[in-house]
């Protein structure tokens, strides 16, 4: 038998590219020392 498991993360509405802007270290995150890589990959073009 078959077990799934789902899981889905949702932030507040209008949170999206402030995630997007930690995760390629943008803005106020542009500071931090812990990025090892960034790529474009499947972020969307804000």
Avoid at 20 to 27: H, L, N, Q, S
Avoid at 30 to 46: F, I, K, T, V
């Amino acid at each position: 038998m078959a077990t799934y498991h789902l899981s889905v993360k949702f932030g507040g509405k209008g949170q999206a590219a402030n995630h997007a802007d930690y995760i390629e270290r943008k803005e106020k995150y542009r500071d931090r020392q812990d990025l090892e890589y960034s790529a474009h990959g499947n972020m969307p073009e804000w």
